[in-house]
């Protein structure tokens, strides 16, 4: 018999499966998060550009930029070397921020890239980094844009509570519950002093930010009704003429 694999076909979304229920996918905080305005800068970015497929094209370019520096940054933290002929110019610069932060702020791993997902909250998503930093439980969550937007701290919020909840379960079972005492956003750029900009929200704050997360939710919801699982196409692992 021919084995197939399943795959999610809509690129735009990230959906998360139930551990314990069979078939129920959850959309992404990043996914529910979409509805979030992120302001007249960003519209006027992509207005900017010369037609729509042009601004997906750049959108497209800076995402993949990202992914490409999450990675070196991995590769880092698990103790290979980079060299400078691997990268772009403002890439390498980027990488090299991510290096003078944590010489800067010394702080010790506890997980990173960890992938949970919540019946209760009916979402999922993964986690960047947990470290220790001066004897506080920090999440951080790496960007390589030009601006900080505040749905960057609705999500780092939302991943804080379901990281603390015990009902939430991780597809990596060694993973335990952390209570987060603050979420942070380390952006990395070519452009900034040091190459990197670090922001910090203490527990008080991001709980109010995870209000908005909520809101974004129910907007998401009330925009998607009938949008329970992603789009699944069902093809065969291999294929030969």
């Known amino acids: 018999m021919e084995k197939t694999k399943q795959i999610v076909t809509d690129s735009s979304e990230h959906w998360y499966p139930s551990l314990k229920k069979k078939?129920?996918?959850?959309?992404?905080?990043?996914?529910?998060?979409?509805?979030?305005?992120?302001?007249?800068?960003?519209?006027?970015?992509?207005?900017?550009?010369?037609?729509?497929?042009?601004?997906?094209?750049?959108?497209?370019?800076?995402?993949?930029?990202?992914?490409?520096i999450h990675k070196a940054c991995d590769r880092l933290e698990d103790g290979e070397e980079l060299h400078i002929d691997e990268f772009p110019q403002e890439e390498w610069l980027r990488i090299w921020g991510f290096v003078k932060w944590k010489e800067e702020y010394k702080p010790e791993l506890i997980y990173k890239e960890?992938?949970?997902v919540?019946?209760?909250?009916?979402?999922?998503?993964?986690?960047?980094?947990?470290?220790?930093?001066d004897g506080r439980m920090v999440l951080l969550d790496i960007k390589t844009g030009k601006s900080n937007y505040d749905n960057y701290f609705a999500q780092t919020s939302a991943y804080a509570t379901l990281?603390?909840?015990p009902k939430t379960m991780f597809y990596d079972k060694s993973v335990k519950h952390v209570a987060i005492q603050d979420t942070s956003i380390l952006r990395l750029h070519h452009v900034l002093k040091n190459f990197y900009n670090y922001s910090i929200r203490d527990k008080e704050e991001w709980k109010n930010d995870f209000k908005s997360f909520r809101?974004?939710?129910?907007?998401?919801?009330?925009?998607?009704?009938?949008?329970?699982?992603?789009?699944?196409?069902?093809?065969?692992?291999?294929l030969k003429l």
């Open 23 to 68: 078939g129920v996918y959850y959309p992404s905080v990043t996914t529910l998060l979409s509805v979030f305005p992120k302001g007249v800068g960003f519209n006027m970015y992509l207005t900017a550009q010369s037609s729509w497929e042009a601004s997906q094209e750049a959108l497209s370019v800076a995402a993949n930029r990202g992914t490409r």
């Open 114 to 116: 960890i992938g949970m």
């Open 118 to 133: 919540s019946d209760k909250y009916k979402t999922g998503g993964t986690i960047d980094r947990v470290y220790k930093i």
């Open 163 to 165: 990281l603390g909840d």
């Open 215 to 238: 809101s974004c939710q129910n907007i998401w919801n009330y925009l998607n009704p009938d949008k329970k699982s992603p789009k699944i196409l069902e093809v065969p692992e291999s």
